[in-house]
Nanobody
Framework: VQLQASGGGLVQAGGSLRISCASS????????MGWFRQAAGKEREFVAA????????LYGDSVKGRFTMSRDYAKSLVYLQMNSLKPEDTAVYYC?????????????????WGQGTLVTVSS
């Protein structure tokens, strides 16, 4: 499985951006998906996750109420809608496919990772 994240770019603080993740094969309806991010000099942190049905979602504390994760089975895509962006949201964002069907927050729960897309929020 190869995952390709896209849609990153430069946005002003308070703005919005939607990033996408495409799979090289049809997204398994049995796997959860997740987004993580890594800022310069920091460890990779959990951002959002969604279960196999697209019903249950989890969010990191720093993005709750601002970010929304969704998935489109027909297009084999997952999305991360990011609103009210802050400079501290600046990072490389990675999508990942979980080993199981649930939404998961730990990196160890994910088997496949995309190459990342850079999001830069200017103040």
């Amino acid at each position: 499985v190869q995952l390709q994240a896209s849609g990153g770019g430069l946005v002003q603080a308070g703005g919005s951006l939607r990033i996408s993740c495409a799979s090289s094969r049809r997204l398994s309806s049995n796997n959860g998906m997740g987004w993580f991010r890594q800022a310069a000099g920091k460890e990779r942190e959990f951002v959002a996750a969604i279960d196999w049905r697209g019903v249950n979602t989890l969010y990191g504390d720093s993005v709750k109420g601002r970010f929304t994760m969704s998935r489109d089975y027909a297009k084999s895509l997952v999305y991360l809608q990011m609103n009210s962006l802050k400079p501290e949201d600046t990072a490389v964002y990675y999508c990942a496919q979980a080993r199981g069907s649930s939404a998961a927050t730990s990196r160890e729960s994910y088997a496949y990772w995309g190459q990342g897309t850079l999001v830069t929020v200017s103040s």
